[in-house]
């Protein structure tokens, strides 16, 4: 396999480019994004392959990249299998090939499922750019919502969101018939119509509307676009109208901000902050283009909405945080600069014409630098946006950018902690995770684990496996109660106790049941549910018992399989004195036990039946294939993250040789 496949074994769409564009590898969902097989798309242009109308925004997009080695975003649009187009937000990212020291472009395909706004301010810009108002039609809810465009239509509308039946009451009774043509789902454009639609202010207005069906994201939902032109040329309104489209200027701007804010607050990655950041500052203050620029170790690490020219990017990149130059110096000190034209930029700092690669900056449009923490404070950054030449901020401007800053700045040290916690904890769980025996004859082991999408990403599943003094095999599963640090010690105390027990009980129920005692005896806090198996590797001889666990599969060479629910008792730390019985059977050679906890069989949509199900099968044909233990686990493994597991995951693969 190649070593290049690690970057692309992944759900979302992606592909690894040469310097100069042309495609290296990709996933099977870029080649569907692209409308092409993989072998089609291999040694080919990536902004070759896109539409013609988008063809320059790609290319721009990667040799920004491949230029700057940095990290830049655009929304960009593919053709759709249902006609639709679909509408992706791509960040190209520099990486190096892990076969070798080559240097590539990673194009992918980021996940806007909970942020799907980002992915509509381009088509917001291109509608007000042509005097004209953008709206989208949820059929589902029945619902248009008004997305902003020509400030004059917006005053048209003056609810943003409202039902279709609202709408249609307005429409000229001769017009409703059309306007309900435009909102079933084909063809995917349709032309121009023209409807009269009566406002409550100043009476008929003749109203040209086209609709069109867009993919949100690659899997994401379809809804139908329309675009408005307003044709009533009576004079008599332009008065009024203009302080209509101010009020919906500003309506449109504090929505704007509102969204911003939200999603600020809710970013849960530096890789989300970012995408929140790149796809709305420029949007929300009308500047030509952003860069964010964070410190890490005592640099800055720059990435843009690929809105600004490559020598910006060039002089900021690994800039040391002590640099003289006015975007570290506004970092350090936490105050915001704005630089309206070259000549107040060398004023304000003559030292720049020492540093050329920094005098370069700002010479033909404003800059204006917020940065991301308060002076005094650790840090973290600033964004950066850049104007036209002769811009002047409005006086209301600088108090919102910087209460935005803030925000972004308390959203990143949240994630900063987070992120330490986590790996805290990840290296917690490794550490406590036990090393599977390499050598076991007539058998293969393999383990996978898998923690929870909630809270420290830390849990109390565990397994193991070891080789006992007569020549057979111990094995055990488990899940101790719940999702935290006290949980994931819980789990190696009983894992200990029960290692120290088996060295000196030959049988797993009185494994159990000495361990049940020892937990009970001590208050321990946490229960724990179990099932340990002692396998003969000369027989397939298997003796077990379960301490409330979800039971046993074994897997068949033919691709059959069977629920084995072994006998034992309740789950470990609860009920005293309690005796764990067990069952002997058979493994046959060429079949397999997968022994697993309640996440990989149990979700919000699967039931404990069904996933025992699911599992087993997946098992069974895994077998079928000549699959060994290792690639087993795998399947089992990924098709219990696919359905959206909350809770940890465990799988433990014994196949017999």
């Known amino acids: 396999m190649d070593a290049s496949d690690g970057l692309l074994r992944r759900a979302d769409p992606a592909a690894l ?21 993989a072998e089609q798309c291999l040694g080919r242009g990536f902004g070759d392959l896109c539409p013609a109308s988008q063809r320059m925004s790609a290319k721009s997009l990667v040799v920004h990249t491949a230029r700057t080695k940095t990290v830049a975003m ?36 980021l996940d806007t499922q909970n942020d799907l706004t980002s992915l509509l301010i381009p088509f917001r810009l291109a509608t007000e750019a042509a005097d004209v108002g953008l709206w989208m039609y949820s059929a589902h809810e029945q619902r248009l919502e008004w997305l902003g465009g020509a400030p004059a239509l917006a005053a048209t509308f003056p609810d943003p969101g409202t039902y279709l039946s609202t709408v249609i009451s307005a429409v000229h009774s001769d017009d409703q018939e059309a306007l309900r043509q435009l909102l079933r789902p084909p063809p995917a454009q349709t032309p121009w119509v023209r409807l009269r639609y009566l406002t409550p202010h100043d009476g008929w207005h ?36 203009k302080a209509r489209a101010a009020l919906a200027a500003e309506r449109q701007r504090a929505k704007d901000t509102a969204d911003f804010s939200s999603a600020l607050i809710t970013a849960a990655t530096e890789q989300e902050l970012q995408q929140v950041v790149l796809t709305r500052l420029a949007a929300t203050f009308g500047a030509s283009g952003a860069l964010l620029a964070l410190v890490d170790e005592g640099r800055l690490r720059v990435s843009t909405d690929a ?3 490559m020598r910006e990017v060039e002089a900021l990149q690994g800039m040391p945080l002590n640099d ?31 540093y050329p690669r920094i005098g370069r900056l700002g010479p033909d449009y404003a800059v204006s630098i917020t940065p991301l923490s308060e002076t005094g404070s650790q840090p973290l950054g600033a964004w950066v946006m850049f104007y036209g030449s002769g811009h002047r901020p409005p006086l209301d401007e600088q108090p919102l950018m910087v209460t935005l800053a803030d925000l ?63 020549g057979t095999v111990a094995m055990e599963i488990g899940d101790a109660q719940g999702h935290d640090v006290d949980a994931a010690a819980a789990m190696g105390q009983v894992r200990s106790f029960m290692r120290g027990i088996a060295a000196h009980e030959a049988h797993p129920g009185a494994v159990l049941t000495r361990t049940n005692e020892l937990l009970v005896t001590m208050g321990a806090a946490r229960f724990a549910s179990c099932t340990m198996l002692h396998l003969d590797p000369r027989d397939g001889r298997v003796t077990g018992a379960s301490a409330g666990h979800v039971p046993v599969l074994y897997a068949h060479k033919d691709g059959s399989h069977s629920i084995h629910e072994l006998p034992g008792g309740p789950v470990l730390g609860v009920v005293p004195d309690t005796e764990y019985r067990e069952e002997t059977f058979t493994l046959d050679e060429d079949s397999a036990l997968v ?34 233990a290792e690639e087993t686990a795998d399947r089992i493994l990924d098709a219990a993250v696919a359905v959206d597991h909350l809770d940890d995951v465990a799988v433990l693969v014994i196949r017999r040789t």
Request: some cysteine.
């Open 206 to 241: 003749e109203l040209t509307v086209q609709t069109r069906r867009i993919q949100l994201g690659y899997g994401g939902p379809e809804r139908t676009f329309g675009v408005v032109r307003d044709d009533t040329r009576q004079e008599k309104r332009r008065i009024r109208m």
């Open 595 to 628: 022994m697993v906890t309640d996440g990989v069989v149990e979700g919000p949509g699967l039931t404990l039946e069904a996933g025992l199900e699911r599992a087993g099968t997946l098992a069974g044909a895994a077998l079928h294939d000549g699959l060994n």
């Open 17 to 37: 480019l040469t310097l100069d564009g042309v495609i290296s590898g990709l996933n099977a969902a870029m080649a569907t994004l692209l409308g092409r097989s």
């Open 307 to 309: 809105g600004i020219t």
């Open 408 to 470: 972004a700045g308390q959203a990143l040290r949240r994630i900063r902690l987070q992120q330490a916690r986590v790996e805290l904890a990840t290296a917690l769980q490794q550490t406590m995770l036990p090393t599977l025996p390499e050598h076991l004859p007539g058998l293969e082991v393999a383990a996978r684990y898998r923690p929870s999408r909630d809270g420290l990403d830390i849990g109390g599943d565990w397994y193991d496996a070891f080789a006992m003094p007569d």
């Open 324 to 354: 003289p130059c006015l975007i570290p110096e506004a970092i350090r000190t936490g105050k915001c600069q704005f630089v309206p034209d070259r000549k107040n930029y060398i004023h304000r700092w003559p030292h720049a014409v020492e």
């Open 74 to 109: 655009r929304v960009l649009e593919f053709p759709g299998r249902s006609g639709a187009p679909v509408v992706c937000l791509i960040e190209a990212r520099p990486v190096k090939d892990p076969a070798g020291d080559e240097q590539l472009v990673l194009v992918h395909a």
